[in-house]
């Protein structure tokens, strides 16, 4: 019985060790393969980050106050022209916009026409704005009242919200988006 056991003790061991043989074998191949996989491609390079990517301007409140400035100066010469003479208002507005904005506005001419009753617009008044940063950008909200002017010089009073972004290029607010629609109390 003891030759038995004996010879079941080394009979697993043998097996054991061949286990673990091969399990070693196996597993310097993973390696080896994955490093040569690594080897193979690419080398990586490392860029090391300037100082001016990484650095985002966060708008102060003096900045928010001259993006106000060019808001309030912008927003009465946007929503007053005659339909027929737009042209003469995106002119107006240039000083105040992104050049890419003022190119927008000036290709929009041709697409807006007169209607049978509605003329043009007047500015009337707006509220105290909302305004926050998003990065480097300067987002500005408000409430604006404006006239629709029909062919008979009836004037009627229109709500709208405006949401106008703000960029800084070369040291000044200049509006680059402007997205509105009629303001409703709901």
Known sequence: MLSRLSR??????FG???FLVLVGILTSRCEGASQKAVK??????????????????IPTESDKNQARG???KFI?????YQIEKMGDMVKEIQPFV?????????????LVRPTAEMIGFQFS???KPIMGTDGEEITWANRVTVELINVDKKKTAVDYSYIIRLKK?????RISEVNFHEYHDE
């Open 169 to 173: 290029k070369k040291g000044e607010w």
């Open 16 to 18: 054991g060790v061949v």
């Open 98 to 110: 992104t050049e890419q904005f003022y190119k927008n506005e000036a290709s929009n001419i041709g």
């Open 76 to 80: 009465p010469l946007y929503t007053t």
């Open 70 to 72: 060019v808001v309030d």
């Open 8 to 13: 079941e003790k080394k009979f697993l061991f």
């Open 40 to 57: 193979e491609k690419s080398p990586v390079k490392t860029v090391e980050p300037s100082i001016q990517e990484d650095s985002v301007e």
């Open 125 to 127: 008044k707006m509220e």
